[in-house]
Nanobody, 116 residues
Framework: QVHFVESGGGSVQPGGSLTLSCRASTIPNGLYAMGWYRQAPEKQRELVASVRSDGITDYADSVSGRFTISRDNSLQVTLQMTSLKPEDTAVYYC???????????WGQGTQVTVSS
């Protein structure tokens, strides 16, 4: 079982910035990915950004160029979010997934609200 410590999030005006951090209690053997999904009310959970243990990153089209994900170390990742828009409002869930497995390990989620 993987446990997460998530920090960051909160409320900000449109155009503002926030930073999310996520630290996992353990990592699997082999290649794995960490990052965030988000879920807005009445919408499906969607991938926001991920970074693999080999450094490959992936972003949703809607956040590309505004969000940056980085690996601080093997256990911790950070998501820098800039130029935030109201449509970025959602609960952001940190996750970890072995690349060759279908199992996702989830954090408890943190609220991000972008509103004037």
């Amino acid at each position: 079982q993987v446990h997460f410590v998530e920090s960051g999030g909160g409320s900000v005006q449109p155009g503002g910035s926030l930073t999310l951090s996520c630290r996992a209690s353990t990592i699997p053997n082999g290649l794995y990915a960490m990052g965030w999904y988000r879920q807005a009310p009445e919408k499906q959970r969607e991938l926001v950004a991920s970074v693999r243990s080999d450094g490959i990153t992936d972003y949703a089209d809607s956040v590309s160029g505004r969000f940056t994900i980085s690996r601080d170390n093997s256990l911790q990742v950070t998501l820098q979010m800039t130029s935030l828009k109201p449509e970025d409002t959602a609960v952001y869930y940190c996750y970890l997934k072995p690349v060759f497995s279908q199992t996702h390990y989830w954090g408890q989620g943190t609220q991000v609200t972008v509103s004037s």
